[in-house]
């Protein structure tokens, strides 16, 4: 990198950053300042030619395009920031809680992704969320929501869980085949901490191989797969909040995740099942449909052990 | 810098970066390493929250928006570029030569921004390029233009200029006011490398103040000024062109210019105008009218120091 040093204009970028006036906001020149740099150092370090730099400005105004046309409904914008990973990156920021024992630490969290529903209902524990017809695995899922700090269960947690069906497909993208809220649901830990729960192993799928990020894909000759998931939005009033997936762990997309979504403790053994616990009442055996098992614990940090908010950047309706 | 290294995952951004696969074009490789290295960093350097990144996201895509309403002809995300130095900068990059005595160099080059046109027309060495009313002083323009390795005049150069009134309007803005191709012209130089032209001096103005690169600059509490300033284009089949831009030397936006296009090399001395050249033909006086005088002399280095052009990054199309 100390090669261009020398070349250009040694005084510009901090020229660029000095024209920023006294009443800008401490954290939007915080961010402007660090994000000059690392623009000007990057078009540098490359030798960036005027060519290359157009055909960016055209590729982020198609993709601008494609969200105006679609109403906002098809955000290639949030996407290309997935296949970069920076969606991942800033999630993986916000949850950073500084423990002094690297083995002490919460559940590690993944991106929310585009197909989280405010709607979910209510279940009781021991349902299932299925309630279309699939090709997948039933799996009895369950597990403890324990404390960080004192590692006792947490009673009255809200656990949320959504996925797609076995054909890849969330129930809003597949009308013919899912009822709304299929592959969804809200569940409350019991006073010992635990969840139990129906639901599918999960299947892995393609992102979207007509615009602008297949476009990016195809030119790194990388894949659009996504592994297998599960989404989880583990919440408490008292906790930091976890929004994460889980990945079966002979996904075969694990470790190329085109989001790069994965991390080691979020990757999960789905059993064969082996038998329903003895003292499970009948309402809760769904006649035994379930072949899959997973046991699934899960760590919340208190709050006290937060990183502080940041202030907002501006106003940019002022 | 060096506080974030260790707090979040060491090994990401390389990972990122690994899965390109082997058929990969080096130079998209070269590219989307580096850029994924810096936003990566930027992230981590400034502890960027969903919330900041969600607001990027939707801030392009409202960018993108205008771009597709206007079918292509507003290009604010070009002038967000232009507005954090990004298009001076790949200018500065793209013209870069290498000369062993560092006084010794060509015109530095400036932003060619969104108001050429390839349709000015040829005009006669001594004409005007004034064809509308306006309130400006006229300007007799002349100078040499030379060979930057031996020094010596280049004939048959070609002069390509354009400015704004002193409205601070081009003709395509101000069809109430100017006919097509006002101020606008292209010479070319006689056999002892001259040209000479009338035009306008030209007047300060101002960025469209309704879009994002108006809601950022008053983020950072900037103004939205361009410098006076007047366009040239100048080219040769045995020279590398200097597309490039001059500022009259009073200017008060010379140091803050909006879109950083200002080199010390490019700002002039508009003089009264003491006298034309006795030897002038009468053809060429233009009734005396002229009040100012730009002398300018421009140096262009021959092809033959240029850098390496880069191989293309990817066919999109592919």
Redesign the interface.
């Given at each position: 990198m100390a090669a261009f040093e020398h070349?250009?204009?040694q005084n510009?970028?901090q020229?660029?950053i000095d024209?920023?006036?006294?009443?800008?906001?401490p954290r939007?020149?915080?961010?402007?300042s660090?994000?000059?740099r690392?623009?000007?150092?990057?078009?540098?370090?490359?030798?960036?030619?005027?060519e290359?730099?157009?055909?960016g400005?055209d590729?982020?105004?198609?993709?601008?395009?494609l969200?105006?046309?679609s109403d906002?409904k098809r955000?290639e914008?949030?996407r290309l920031?997935d296949i970069?990973?920076?969606?991942?990156?800033?999630?993986?920021?916000?949850n950073?809680v500084q423990t002094e024992d690297p083995n002490y630490i919460p559940t590690s969290s993944a991106i929310l992704g585009p197909f989280w529903s405010p709607n979910a209902p209510w279940r009781e524990l021991g349902d299932s969320i299925i309630e279309s017809p699939h090709d997948g695995y039933i799996t009895y899922m369950h597990g403890i929501i324990r404390d960080l700090a004192t590692q006792k269960p947490i009673p009255n947690v809200t656990f949320d869980i959504w996925q797609a069906s076995s054909n890849g497909k969330y129930d809003f993208q597949d009308p013919e085949n899912q009822v709304d809220n299929n592959l969804r649901g809200k569940f409350k830990t019991d006073e010992n901490g635990e969840y139990r729960l129906y639901c599918l192993r999960p299947t892995a799928y393609s992102l979207p191989r007509d615009g602008p990020a297949w476009?990016i894909l195809?030119?790194?000759?990388?894949h659009s797969m996504r592994p297998a998931h599960i989404h989880l939005r583990i919440t408490h009033d008292e906790y930091k909040p976890v929004i994460t997936q889980i990945y079966p762990k002979d996904d075969p997309w694990l470790e190329?995740d085109?989001v790069?979504a994965v991390k080691d403790d979020l990757v999960c053994d789905f059993k064969p099942l082996k038998s329903l616990p003895s003292n499970m009442p009948p309402h809760e055996r769904h006649g035994g449909e379930a072949v899959r098992e997973l046991e699934l614990d899960i760590t919340l940090a208190p709050k006290s052990m937060l990183?502080p908010?940041?202030e907002p950047?501006?106003d940019?309706s002022?």
């Open positions: 070349k250009y204009d510009f970028t020229h660029v024209t920023c006036g006294p009443k800008t906001s939007m020149k915080t961010i402007f660090s994000l000059a690392h623009i000007h150092d990057f078009a540098r370090e490359v030798d960036l030619t005027p290359e730099w157009l055909a400005v590729f982020l105004n198609q993709t601008g395009k969200w105006a046309e906002g955000n914008m949030h920031c970069v990973g920076l969606e991942s990156l800033v999630t993986e920021i916000a950073y476009d195809k030119a790194l000759d990388r190329t085109t790069f990183q908010l940041k950047i501006t940019r002022a």
